[in-house]
């Protein structure tokens, strides 16, 4: 059955530190998300992709946040500087094409703890 | 007006018995309600939707029931097993408008007792 992966599983990172997130989507998913989940809460939207070019960033930190998909499949998801209140699992998903009723299927996530 | 309120935080069940989840939402734009199963260590998984032109639909021993004029939506675990054990989370969006994303609801800590 395919997946979307996810990598690292887990990272801690002193703040102050850069720290990138990797998310490989499956294959012939068109769309592509990136979601904070703070413990305790649901996932928020921080990034929508469709194929390489962003159509929802409204959420994402930009001053220290960025995403890329060069070439419309897997995605980075960059932290710099990670600060304390970045501590969350980040999680990736992707769907076949936009449009709230398309199924989106989640990755495992990256838990982020940062010292 | 972008909020989906979830309760309650967290639910004990004894194996067998009902488990509810309610939400609800303020924007009349959302007509796509999905709820989603996490594990613990696992992303979520879609569980079940609805559409506002049904009053419920049942998958199984999941059944969600809608309720268009108090705007608010419930899922519904008939013969809770110790394996449903899971945090759930209720969402709403628009779903012909990509524009729309996916909003969660806080999420729900189910535990079924055997």
């Known amino acids: 059955e395919a997946e979307v992966a996810q990598s690292p599983r887990y990272k801690i990172t002193e703040k102050s530190q850069a720290v990138a997130f990797w998310c490989d989507p499956i294959s012939g998913h068109a769309t592509l998300y990136w979601y904070r989940q703070i413990l305790g809460q649901g996932p928020e939207l921080l990034v929508q992709?469709?194929?390489?070019?962003?159509?929802?960033d409204s959420q994402l930190p930009k001053d220290r946040f960025s995403a890329e998909r060069l070439k419309g499949v897997d995605s980075t998801l960059k932290i710099q500087p990670a600060e304390l209140g970045d501590s969350a699992m980040y999680l990736c998903?992707?769907?076949?094409?936009?449009?709230?009723?398309?199924?989106?299927?989640f990755g495992p996530g990256t838990r982020l703890t940062v010292l | 007006q972008q909020q989906v309120k979830q309760s309650p935080q967290s639910l004990i069940v004894q194996k067998g018995g009902i488990s509810i989840i309610n939400c609800a939402y303020e924007?009349?734009?959302?007509?796509?309600f999905p709820w989603y199963q996490q594990f613990p260590g696992k992303g979520p998984a879609l569980l079940i939707a609805?559409?506002?032109?049904?009053s419920e639909k049942k998958e199984g021993r999941f059944t969600i029931s809608f309720n268009k004029s108090a705007k608010q939506f419930s899922l519904h675990i008939m013969d809770s097993q110790p394996g449903d054990s899971a945090t759930y989370f209720c969402a709403a969006t628009r779903s012909m408008d990509s524009s729309y994303k996916l909003i969660f609801g806080s999420g729900t800590r189910l535990l079924v007792r055997p």
């Open positions: 609805i559409r506002p032109d049904v």
């Open positions: 992709f469709q194929d390489e070019s962003v159509v929802d």
């Open positions: 998903a992707s769907s076949l094409s936009s449009g709230g009723a398309n199924e989106q299927f």
């Open positions: 924007n009349t734009a959302f007509d796509y």
